[in-house]
T-cell receptor
Framework: AQSVTQPDIHITVSEGASLELRCNYS??????LFWYVQSPGQGLQLLLK??????LVQGIKGFEAEFKRSQSSFNLRKPSVHWSDAAEYFCAVAPPGGSNYKLTFGKGTLLTVNP | DAGVIQSPRHEVTEMGQEVTLRCKPI?????LFWYRQTMMRGLELLIYFNNNVPIDDSGMPEDRFSAKMPNASFSTLKIQPSEPRDSAVYFC??????????????FGPGTRLTVL
């Protein structure tokens, strides 16, 4: 069974600082990988996704993520955080092939941004 | 463009009552998902419909839960009878599933259910 670990429950950064959110997965093959963001009282919004090819993927809102097969990781980064980035971030994986709808989510990382 | 619409946004009910959650997917999407989010278990897929047909209901917790999709623009998730442990945020999501593509799921704002 696939699983996703987000080791950091809560991260606080200052506005303008860089950000890295960690995500590790467990799966037999390379799964499809996603990062979602959830603002308070809102649904989840897709930031970026990785299926194959270039291991550095660009997403919306200035976010990027790097797939590292050797570490089974898919960490999310942003060079300079804005106050509006405060939200909860979820990493998710899906199996390649016909069941690629079956997202398994991590428990999330809550990001607080200090002025 | 309208996103996924869910109603009600908040529901408070008493144990034993029937609860019905509603979802209108994005027009043109052919796949619909119901998720449940709790502090303990995180986000879990409950059921997946494709072209109005339930494809995977392995995440439905028990017989008290049922979901229907009578047409392409409407789905319901019903809990009967409800129990306090059903308290959670329920999300509906939709996507356009096409051959050779990976689903990108678009989520609604959720329904926060409290069962007293």
């Amino acid at each position: 069974a696939q699983s996703v670990t987000q080791p950091d429950i809560h991260i606080t950064v200052s506005e303008g600082a860089s950000l890295e959110l960690r995500c590790n997965y467990s799966y037999g093959a390379t799964p499809y990988l996603f990062w979602y963001v959830q603002s308070p009282g809102q649904g989840l919004q897709l930031l970026l996704k990785y299926f194959s090819g270039d291991t550095l993927v660009q997403g919306i809102k200035g976010f990027e993520a790097e797939f590292k097969r050797s570490q089974s990781s898919f960490n999310l980064r942003k060079p300079s955080v804005h106050w509006s980035d405060a939200a909860e971030y979820f990493c998710a994986v899906a199996p390649p092939g016909g069941s690629n709808y079956k997202l398994t989510f991590g428990k999330g990382t809550l990001l607080t941004v200090n002025p | 463009d309208a996103g996924v619409i869910q109603s009600p946004r908040h529901e408070v009910t008493e144990m034993g009552q029937e609860v019905t959650l509603r979802c209108k997917p994005i027009s043109g999407h052919n796949s619909l998902f119901w998720y449940r989010q709790t502090m303990m278990r995180g986000l879990e897929l409950l059921i997946y419909f494709n072209n109005n047909v339930p494809i995977d209901d392995s995440g439905m917790p028990e017989d008290r839960f049922s979901a229907k999709m009578p047409n392409a623009s409407f789905s319901t998730l019903k809990i009967q009878p409800s129990e306090p442990r059903d308290s959670a945020v329920y999300f509906c999501a939709s996507s356009l599933k096409a051959s050779g593509r990976v689903d990108e799921q678009f989520f609604g704002p959720g329904t926060r259910l409290t069962v007293l």
